[in-house]
C-alpha cells in the first residue's frame, strides 16, 4: 500500500503536520506550494518537489489537498493546470479542507468523468494532534475508494471513518465545528461568570479542564486563543465560515434552528470582539 504515490496541496499550519506525517509514514511523497516559506521546512527531507501543480498531479496517485475554503479547493482542483485535468484515470483525490456539500458534489462529478475519484475525508483535531497522528479523518466516498487509502489517513489519524457516500465528510466536519464552537461559547461565558464570582481566574483556568467543565473547546480557549490573541482573526473568520456552511446544508434540508446555531453565532461573537476580557 506504501507503494501509493502521494501529493500532497496546502502546507499551512494543519497541512504541514499532515504532509509530515505522511512522509513519516513511508508514503513516496510529492509536495507543491506557492511559496518559500512552506516548503523551506521539507527541503533536506526525503520528498520530491515540484514547482508546477500540474506535475504533482501527473505524478501521483493520491492527491491530499488542504486549502482553506471553496475557492481555494475550486482554484487547485479545475482549470488548464489544475488536479482534475492533469491526474492519471483511477487517482483519487481527497479533500481535507472545510468547503460547501454542492461544491464536493460537484468535484466528484467532474472527476467522474474522466475516472478520477473525488473523495472527502475532512479533519478534526489541532496541529499538535496532527503531529502526534491523533486527527479524526471523516471520510465520504466509496467503500473501495476508503480502503484503498485508509492506510494513508492513518498516518495522521488516529479515528478514521467512512461516513457515508461524497459530501458525508463535509457534513459530519461542519456538524463536529459548530458543536466545537457552541461549546467554546458556554467555556468563555463560564470564565466571565468566574470573573463575576470573584474567583481567582488563573486557578479557574488550572482547575476546570481537569474536571466536569473540560472539553476541547476549553482547551483551545485556554491553550490557543487567550495566550495568542493575533490567531483571534484567524478563527472568528473559520468560525464565521464553518458556521456558515452548517446552516446553509441544515436549511436546505428544511432543519431548523437549534442552540447549536445560537452558541456557535455566539462564539464568532466572542473570539472576534471579547476576548480580552477574559485575561
Given at each position: 500500500?506504501?507503494?501509493?504515490?502521494?501529493?500532497?496541496?496546502g502546507?499551512?499550519?494543519?497541512?504541514?503536520?499532515?504532509?509530515?506525517?505522511?512522509?513519516?509514514?513511508?508514503?513516496?511523497?510529492?509536495?507543491?506550494?506557492?511559496?518559500?516559506?512552506?516548503?523551506?521546512?521539507?527541503?533536506?527531507?526525503?520528498?520530491?518537489?515540484?514547482?508546477?501543480?500540474?506535475?504533482?498531479?501527473?505524478?501521483?496517485?493520491?492527491?491530499?489537498v488542504?486549502?482553506?475554503?471553496?475557492?481555494?479547493?475550486?482554484?487547485?482542483?479545475?482549470?488548464?493546470?489544475?488536479i482534475?485535468?492533469?491526474?492519471?484515470?483511477?487517482?483519487?483525490?481527497?479533500?481535507?479542507?472545510?468547503?460547501?456539500?454542492?461544491?464536493?458534489?460537484?468535484?466528484?462529478?467532474?472527476?467522474?468523468?474522466?475516472?478520477?475519484?473525488?473523495?472527502?475525508?475532512?479533519?478534526?483535531?489541532r496541529?499538535?494532534?496532527?503531529?502526534?497522528?491523533?486527527?479524526?479523518?471523516?471520510?465520504?466516498?466509496?467503500?473501495?475508494?476508503?480502503?484503498?487509502?485508509?492506510?494513508?489517513?492513518?498516518?495522521?489519524?488516529?479515528?478514521?471513518?467512512?461516513?457515508?457516500?461524497?459530501?458525508?465528510?463535509?457534513?459530519?466536519?461542519?456538524?463536529?465545528?459548530?458543536?466545537?464552537?457552541?461549546?467554546?461559547?458556554?467555556?468563555?461565558?463560564?470564565?466571565?461568570?468566574?470573573?463575576?464570582?470573584?474567583?481567582?481566574?488563573?486557578?479557574?483556568?488550572?482547575?476546570?479542564?481537569?474536571?466536569?467543565?473540560?472539553?476541547?473547546?476549553?482547551?483551545?480557549?485556554?491553550?490557543?486563543?487567550?495566550?495568542?490573541?493575533?490567531?483571534?482573526?484567524?478563527?472568528?473568520?473559520?468560525?464565521?465560515?464553518?458556521?456558515?456552511?452548517?446552516?446553509?446544508?441544515?436549511?436546505?434540508?428544511?432543519?431548523?434552528?437549534?442552540?447549536?446555531?445560537t452558541?456557535?453565532?455566539?462564539?464568532?461573537?466572542?473570539?472576534?470582539?471579547?476576548?480580552?476580557?477574559?485575561?
Amino acid at each position: 500500500m506504501k507503494s501509493l504515490k502521494v501529493g500532497f496541496v496546502g502546507l499551512g499550519n494543519m497541512g504541514s503536520a499532515i504532509a509530515q506525517r505522511i512522509i513519516n509514514g513511508g508514503f513516496p511523497t510529492i509536495l507543491y506550494a506557492h511559496d518559500e516559506k512552506s516548503i523551506a521546512p521539507f527541503r533536506n527531507q526525503a520528498v520530491q518537489i515540484v514547482n508546477r501543480l500540474a506535475e504533482l498531479s501527473a505524478s501521483s496517485d493520491v492527491i491530499g489537498v488542504c486549502v482553506f475554503d471553496d475557492k481555494d479547493v475550486n482554484e487547485v482542483m479545475l482549470g488548464e493546470n489544475g488536479i482534475l485535468e492533469n491526474m492519471k484515470p483511477e487517482g483519487i483525490v481527497a479533500i481535507h479542507s472545510t468547503i460547501s456539500v454542492d461544491t464536493m458534489l460537484k468535484l466528484e462529478a467532474q472527476g467522474r468523468k474522466k475516472s478520477i475519484y473525488v473523495i472527502d475525508a475532512t479533519l478534526s483535531g489541532r496541529r499538535q494532534g496532527a503531529l502526534e497522528g491523533k486527527l479524526a479523518v471523516m471520510v465520504g466516498g466509496g467503500p473501495k475508494e476508503y480502503e484503498r487509502v485508509k492506510p494513508l489517513f492513518e498516518t495522521f489519524g488516529n479515528s478514521v471513518a467512512l461516513m457515508g457516500p461524497v459530501g458525508s465528510g463535509q457534513k459530519a466536519k461542519a456538524l463536529s465545528n459548530v458543536m466545537n464552537f457552541a461549546n467554546l461559547s458556554i467555556a468563555a461565558e463560564g470564565l466571565k461568570i468566574g470573573l463575576e464570582l470573584g474567583l481567582n481566574v488563573e486557578a479557574l483556568k488550572s482547575v476546570l479542564p481537569g474536571g466536569g467543565a473540560g472539553s476541547f473547546a476549553l482547551d483551545s480557549l485556554l491553550t490557543s486563543l487567550l495566550p495568542n490573541p493575533s490567531f483571534a482573526p484567524h478563527a472568528a473568520k473559520m468560525i464565521e465560515k464553518d458556521t456558515g456552511l452548517y446552516q446553509a446544508m441544515c436549511a436546505k434540508l428544511g432543519l431548523g434552528k437549534t442552540m447549536i446555531d445560537t452558541n456557535a453565532e455566539r462564539a464568532f461573537e466572542i473570539v472576534s470582539k471579547e476576548l480580552r476580557t477574559l485575561v
